[in-house]
């Protein structure tokens, strides 16, 4: 099976966290501040460990005055949830055919894709980016670029902000004169990070190699994305997707549907560049546990599939070998 996502966990990772693991410290400890030192050097800034881009993002908009904010309708809901935790009101705009996000308050690189910088940024899938905005926001789920387990960063400018932050993410500590929640990071997750964060280069490199292949072998369609992970956009994509799962291939959908639409906010008005990048794209992987020899595989499976009369397999398109060869001891 290709697999849309998998992390990248080395001997130096399961060191690390096994070191932290016996230390008395598990939390608020020297680990969390190397991590934010090491990430702030990288990318040229001031730097701030949290549990999740949610709360990164929640941190970030609540440096703000409450206020009305502009988000794109082409996200990830947590962007425009977490506007909302810290007390503004979220208006929508559509994105650009790419998905790319312009003129918003809370920018979106979506798919990897640089967006213009709005005072907040959410990076959460743009780690190969060379600038970011005022305050930018990343994740460290496992899908991502790197991964902490669970995980976030906030990057500032301005070392006041980043200051500001830290202490909101502690209750807001260290004399409680400000408002503050629970977001900190562990020590654990930030051992990882350590780890993963010198191994990024090496991740970054290898997904640019396979989009590179992937995108050659897709060059007839339309794709979006940036060394993250690809879509194409496609007429019937939940047939196929359920096509290309039976082939081997795990796809996913960048995003089901646009955010103003979502149950929660309920809206009625339309987004055409949204609503068409949430219903046709299947969003294919370039991971680094991935090699070129799956991006050919897959764009093979793709063209097959939407070049072929009736949208079905070719008997001539074999299962990824994996699956044959599990089938075959099966039997």
């Keep these: 099976m290709i697999k849309f996502a998998k992390p990248m966990i080395g001997e130096d990772e399961r060191r690390r966290v096994g070191n932290a693991l016996c230390c008395d410290r598990l939390t608020e400890g020297p680990l969390v501040d190397q991590f934010e ?81 709005g005072y907040i940024e959410d990076a959460a899938t743009a780690l190969h980016l060379k600038g970011y905005g005022n305050i930018a926001c990343f994740s460290f789920y496992p899908a991502k670029q790197m991964t902490t387990g669970e995980g976030g960063m906030v990057l500032c400018r301005d070392e006041d902000a980043a200051k500001e932050i830290r202490s909101m993410r502690a209750f807001g500590k260290p004399d409680f004169s400000r408002f503050g929640l629970n977001y900190r990071m562990s020590e654990m997750s930030a051992a990882l990070g350590i780890a993963q964060l010198g191994r990024l280069t090496e991740f970054i490199e290898r997904r640019r190699e396979n989009e590179a292949v992937l995108r050659e072998t897709l060059k007839d369609f339309e794709l979006i994305g940036d060394n993250y992970a690809i879509s194409v956009l496609v007429e019937d994509r939940d047939t196929i997707r359920e096509q290309l799962f039976e082939a081997g291939v795990e796809t996913s959908v960048y995003y089901q549907t646009p955010v103003p639409h979502t149950p929660y906010f309920g809206e009625s008005k339309s987004y055409p560049n949204a609503e068409r990048i949430s219903s046709q794209s299947i969003t294919l992987s370039i991971g680094p546990h991935l090699t070129p020899s799956d991006m050919v595989l897959q764009g093979a499976l793709v063209n097959e599939l939407l070049l072929s009369e009736g949208r079905g397999l070719s008997a001539t398109i074999l299962p990824y070998p994996s699956l044959k060869r599990a089938t075959t001891s099966q039997s």
Excluded: W
């Design 37 to 117: 030192t090491m990430f702030g050097e990288r990318f040229g800034g001031y730097a701030a460990a949290v549990s999740s881009c949610t709360a990164a993002l929640h941190l970030a908009g609540l440096t703000l005055k409450a206020g009305v904010i502009n988000v794109p309708a082409m996200t990830h809901p947590a962007t425009a949830l977490a506007m909302k935790a810290a007390g503004h009101e979220v208006l929508f705009d559509d994105c650009e055919e790419n998905g790319v996000s312009t003129d918003c308050g809370v920018s979106v690189d979506f798919m990897g894709q640089q967006a213009p910088h």
